[in-house]
C-alpha cells in the first residue's frame, strides 16, 4: 500500500491508497507533496506579491501626502429628511433600516463632522498632520513626515499602476513566450521589489520620478497572469485545470492581506518601512520562486516520473512541452477567431464588475450617501473574501462536472456566465437600490463579487481551452483589452454622477451600466463562445523547423 501522486489535485482523493504502485526509479525519494501543488503554491504567492505591490501606493498615499481638510461629505444619508426618503422608498428591502436610521439620528452634526474629517485622513491622521517635508530636505532612508502635494498628485500617483499594467498584459503574453513564465515573473517581480524598495528614494527626489516607477511597476504587475496562465497550461491536467485557475486568486487573498500589513507598519513605525519591509519579503520570495518554480514537467529535475507521466499523458494531443516561439504564434488566427473574440467581450464583462466596485464603490457609499463609515478595512475585505471561497467551490464543481462529463465544456463555460456575469450585474443594480443601509448594501457586494468567483471556470479557463500552447498569450490579449475598463470607469463616474454632487439618481444609472456592460458581454459570449480546442493550437511542422 504506497502514496499515489495522480489523483485529483486539491481533491479528497489527492493522497490515495493503491495496490500497486509504478516502481520508483533508484535513488528518488518519496513525494509527499506532487511538484504540480508546489507550482500551484507558487502561482498562488506570485500573484499576491504582485497584487501587493499593486496596492502599496494606493495605501500609503494617506500617510505620505499632508492632509488637506474639507467640507463634511453630504449626500442622501446626510439629513434626516432625505434619509427617511430613501429608507420608505425601499424599506421593503430591509425592515430593520429605521433602527439604523434611529441610531443616526443621535449623532448631532458637530459630532458628524469631526467623524467625517477624522475619515478623510484615514487612520494615519496623526502622521499626515504633522509639518510637511520641506522641499529642501535633505534624503532620508527614514523620515516620518509627509509631503505637501495637491490631491490632484495623489490621484495621479494610484491611477500610475493602470498606465502600465495595461501595456503590461501585452507584453506578459510575449515574454512568457519568449522567456518562458518562470523567468518572465522572476525578472519582472526583481524590477518591481527593487523599485518599490527604492520609492521613499524615489519618492524625495520628485513626485514625477515617484510616478513614473508606479508606471514601471504596472508594467512589471502585467506580466504575472499571462505568465501563470502559460504555467497552468503546462503543469494541470485537464480535470484539475479549473483549481488551478483557482489559485491566481492568490491575488484576491493579496487584497485581503496587504491592507492590514502595510498599514499595520506604517501606523506602528512610518510609511517608508511600509515600503522597505514587504519589500524585503518580496525579495525572499524570489528566491523561494527561483528555486521552487519551473516552467514545465519536463523542466522539472525533483518530478516523480510516475507524477511527469500522468500529466504529460493527460495532456496528449493538446500540449506540447516545448515553447513556441513568437513567429510560431498564429496571430492572425487568433484575432479573427470567433470563440476568442467572444471570450474577450467576456473578460472585458468580468473586469468592468471588478474595476467598478474597486474604483467607485467607497466612492458612492460615502459622496452619494453620506455613510459614517468607521475603521473598516476588514469590512472591506469581506467581498474579495467571499470571491476566493465562491472561487474555490465552483472550481471544483467545475473540474467534477468537466471529469465526469455531465455536460460538455463549451456548456460549463457558458453556463458558469450566469453565476460569475447576470447575478453580479442583479445584485450590482440592487446595491443602487439599497439606499441608506449600509449592512445590506455590503450583503450584496460580496455577494456580488462573491458569486463572481465562478470566474474561474468562465473566462479565467477559457483561453486554456481554446489554446492550451498559446494560453498565456491569449490570456494577455484578453487582460489588455479587459484592464481598459479601469481607465473608462472613473472617468465615467465623474461625467454621469461627480460633476452633479453625486446624487443618488445618478449613480442609479452607473449601477445599471455596471449591470448593462456586464450582462452584454455574457451574452455576447453566450452566442459565439465555445469550449473546444482551435485548429490553430497545433504547431505546425513547418513553422516549428523555421524556430529552430
Request: proline share 5%; glycine share 8%; hydrophobic share 45%.
Amino acid at each position: 500500500m504506497k502514496l499515489s501522486e495522480n489523483p485529483d489535485f486539491f481533491g479528497s482523493s489527492m493522497f490515495r491508497y493503491e495496490e500497486e504502485r509504478l516502481p520508483l526509479i533508484q535513488g528518488q525519494k518519496k513525494r509527499w507533496i506532487p511538484a504540480r501543488v508546489l507550482i500551484a503554491l507558487m502561482m498562488f504567492t506570485a500573484c499576491w506579491t504582485s497584487y501587493m505591490c499593486r496596492l502599496q501606493m494606493p495605501i500609503l498615499a494617506v500617510p505620505m501626502i499632508k492632509a488637506v481638510a474639507g467640507n463634511a461629505t453630504g449626500g442622501a444619508c446626510s439629513t434626516d429628511e432625505d434619509q427617511s426618503r430613501v429608507r420608505r422608498a425601499i424599506s421593503w428591502l430591509d425592515p430593520g433600516a429605521y433602527l439604523e436610521d434611529q441610531i443616526l439620528k443621535e449623532k448631532d452634526q458637530a459630532a458628524y463632522d469631526a467623524e467625517i474629517q477624522e475619515l478623510a485622513n484615514g487612520r494615519f491622521r496623526r502622521d499626515a498632520q504633522r509639518d510637511a517635508r520641506p522641499p529642501d530636505s535633505p534624503i532620508k532612508l527614514v523620515d516620518g513626515r509627509p509631503f505637501d502635494w495637491k490631491p490632484e498628485v495623489r490621484g495621479q500617483l494610484i491611477a500610475a499602476y493602470s498606465y502600465g499594467n495595461v501595456p503590461g498584459n501585452f507584453l506578459g503574453g510575449i515574454l512568457a513566450l519568449r522567456w518562458g513564465p518562470k523567468k518572465a515573473i522572476l525578472w519582472t517581480s526583481v524590477v518591481a521589489a527593487i523599485v518599490s524598495l527604492l520609492s521613499p528614494i524615489f519618492a524625495q527626489l520628485h513626485w514625477g520620478v515617484l510616478l513614473f516607477t508606479r508606471i514601471v511597476i504596472g508594467v512589471t504587475g502585467g506580466v504575472t497572469f499571462p505568465a501563470c496562465h502559460t504555467l497552468v497550461a503546462q503543469w494541470s491536467p485537464p480535470d484539475e485545470k479549473a483549481r488551478f485557475v483557482w489559485s491566481l486568486l492568490g491575488g484576491t487573498f493579496g487584497t485581503i492581506l496587504t491592507y492590514p500589513m502595510v498599514a499595520g507598519i506604517a501606523e506602528s513605525m512610518s510609511w517608508e518601512n511600509a515600503w522597505y519591509i514587504p519589500s524585503l519579503l518580496m525579495i525572499v520570495w524570489i528566491c523561494f520562486w527561483a528555486i521552487l518554480a519551473y516552467d514545465s514537467p519536463s523542466d522539472h529535475p525533483g518530478i516523480s516520473e510516475e507524477e511527469k507521466k500522468y500529466i504529460l499523458d493527460s495532456q496528449a494531443g493538446t500540449v506540447r512541452a516545448q515553447k513556441p516561439s513568437l513567429k510560431q504564434t498564429p496571430i492572425k488566427e487568433i484575432f479573427t477567431s470567433v470563440p476568442f473574440i467572444s471570450l474577450i467581450f467576456c473578460h472585458f464583462g468580468n473586469l468592468f464588475l471588478l474595476f467598478f466596485y474597486q474604483n467607485s464603490m467607497m466612492l458612492y457609499l460615502t459622496k452619494a450617501l453620506g455613510f459614517r463609515l468607521t475603521k473598516g478595512g476588514a469590512v472591506a475585505s469581506l467581498p474579495w473574501a467571499g470571491r476566493m471561497l465562491f472561487g474555490f467551490f465552483f472550481s471544483w464543481a467545475g473540474d467534477t462536472i468537466k471529469r465526469k462529463g455531465i455536460i460538455s465544456v463549451t456548456l460549463l463555460r457558458k453556463g458558469a456566465t450566469i453565476f460569475s456575469h447576470l447575478i453580479p450585474g442583479i445584485f450590482l443594480i440592487l446595491v443602487g437600490y439599497v439606499g441608506c443601509r449600509f449592512v445590506l448594501a455590503n450583503v450584496f457586494l460580496v455577494l456580488a463579487l462573491g458569486f463572481n468567483g465562478a470566474a474561474a471556470i468562465s473566462n479565467l479557463s477559457n483561453n486554456q481551452d481554446l489554446s492550451p500552447n498559446f494560453a498565456g498569450f491569449l490570456y494577455g490579449i484578453m487582460n489588455t483589452i479587459g484592464c481598459t475598463s479601469g481607465i473608462i470607469i472613473s472617468p465615467l463616474v465623474e461625467e454621469i454622477a461627480g460633476k452633479y454632487g453625486n446624487p443618488i439618481e445618478k449613480w442609479q444609472i452607473l449601477f445599471w451600466i455596471g449591470a448593462a456592460v456586464c450582462i452584454v458581454c455574457m451574452i455576447v459570449f453566450a452566442l459565439g463562445g465555445s469550449g473546444n480546442i482551435q485548429k490553430w493550437n497545433e504547431i505546425r511542422a513547418d513553422d516549428n523547423r523555421e524556430g529552430n
